[in-house]
């Protein structure tokens, strides 16, 4: 059952990252055949930012990699999980080199 949820909590993290992906490539028309990021436009609006190429580059990079970082902490530890080595606590001493010892 652990293993079921983590799964299934694991597809909606993914699932949710996809959705934000498609938000944050979206495109809006800002006049007739211009379009632009909405994302970028909405931040922009709400913060009052100039129309600058540097900062919607900057914003955009940022999501990509911090969507990309969800990804990878998603897949490392809810679908790999940690592997536990069952032999570990009560293992044998490892063997002598054969060298004799007196």
Known sequence: MHKALRVIIGLVVTGLVL???????RDCRVAPYVYDNCMW???????GLP????????????????????LYVTFR????GRKVNPAAPDSTPPLDSGVARD
């Open 19 to 25: 959705y934000a992906a498609d938000l944050a490539t």
């Open 41 to 47: 436009l909405g931040l922009r609006t709400r913060l």
């Open 51 to 70: 129309a600058s190429r540097f900062l919607r580059m900057a914003l955009l990079e940022c999501v990509g990699i911090g969507l990309a970082l969800i």
């Open 77 to 80: 530890y809810l679908f790999l």
